[in-house]
């Protein structure tokens, strides 16, 4: 088969979730409530931490990145997804398609790189108190975030590209609710050998690059909580790594297992279910576990609040 960037399929058909037309509605109200309470909760932790002052330092600058990217990756899926449960058939134009499979790469590669991001913050933090200003100075900040997004855009431009030297021929029906690299490779009637490396050539770069950096950062602190003395020091310094580590549990869990795993044993029920997981709960979840679990958080929620509360009962 001819291979190239020109593809005779000029737009494709979204499966979506199911055919029942009995769970359209119900499915539409449930994913319409999760993209809400997301937007909702990302884009009310960016406003806190603006607004907060005391919230203005680096982990809740990088808090503020990873915030921004979960509400950006669910963006580019669920609403394209909630499209289709209204209009029965979801179509979507071949290079539109390909924008989604992009801006879909970039910003969950970012939000693993940010979660390692975090973890080192953590351990500066934790391991050189002393220095850490020094080292998560503003521009320094500003320049590992920076490097956090062209990992991403660099890794998905790569997948991108693969995926448009292939010719999709005949078949247009993804057989899932957004443009994915499995389902489409399954569609493509050219040897798919080079993409399938990519995929887990990358995969394995990222998962590597990300695991070495968050179990190092941990197994350190780890090493420096042991040698403090009294028992809630140690309490108090892991305390503050909580809502990080219930973070990354979800991302990387989600993650291993839905791209790294062979093409052969792919199941098609079995990956929209732990896309879904992956698209919508682990970005509605992780503002949820980062205001709940997280003191500085809270006490600046309620500070905001109060003063908004009594400044709407002063007369004057």
């Known amino acids: 088969m001819a291979t190239g960037n020109h593809s005779p399929v000029t737009e494709f058909i979204l499966a979506g979730l199911t055919e029942r037309p009995d769970l359209q509605l119900p499915l539409f109200l449930l994913f319409l409530g999760i993209f809400v309470v ?25 808090l503020t990145n990873l915030s921004f990217i979960d509400f950006c990756y669910s963006s580019v899926t669920t609403p394209k997804m909630l499209v289709g449960f209204v209009a029965g058939t979801n179509s979507i134009s071949y290079p539109a398609c390909m924008a989604q499979l992009y801006f879909f790469i970039v910003f969950v590669i970012s939000d693993g790189f940010m979660l390692t991001l975090m973890a080192y913050d953590r351990y500066v ?43 999709f021929c005949r078949k247009n029906i993804i057989n899932h609710y957004f443009c994915d690299i499995r389902p489409l490779l399954a569609l493509s009637c050219s040897r798919t050998d080079i993409n399938e490396l990519v995929v887990f050539a990358s995969g394995g ?12 950062s941990y197994a350190r602190i780890l090493a420096c909580v042991l040698r403090i003395g009294s028992g809630r020091g140690r309490v108090k310094a892991l305390g503050t790594c909580s809502s990080h580590i219930a973070a990354i549990v979800l991302f990387f ?64």
């Not at 732990?274 to 576990?289: E, R």
């Open 253 to 316: 869990g989600a993650g291993a297992f839905m791209y790294l795993k062979p093409f052969s044993g792919d199941s098609t029920g079995e990956g929209r279910v732990c896309s879904l997981f992956y698209t919508t709960a682990v970005p509605m979840l992780n503002p949820l576990i980062y205001s709940l679990r997280n003191q500085n958080v809270r006490d600046a929620l309620r500070k905001i609040l109060r003063r908004n509360i009594f400044s709407g009962l002063d007369p004057y």
């Open 38 to 62: 997301t937007a909702a909760g990302n884009l009310g932790l960016i406003t806190l931490i603006g607004l907060s002052a005391p919230l203005h330092t680096p982990m809740y600058f990088f």
């Open 205 to 216: 770069f990222n998962t590597v690059t990300t695991s070495v950096g968050i179990l190092s």
């Open 125 to 167: 933090a934790i391991c050189h108190p002393l220095l850490y200003s020094t080292i998560m100075s503003p521009r320094a900040c500003s320049v590992l975030v920076a490097g956090v997004y062209t990992t991403g855009s660099l890794c998905a431009a790569v997948h991108t590209a693969c995926m448009l030297r292939l010719s």
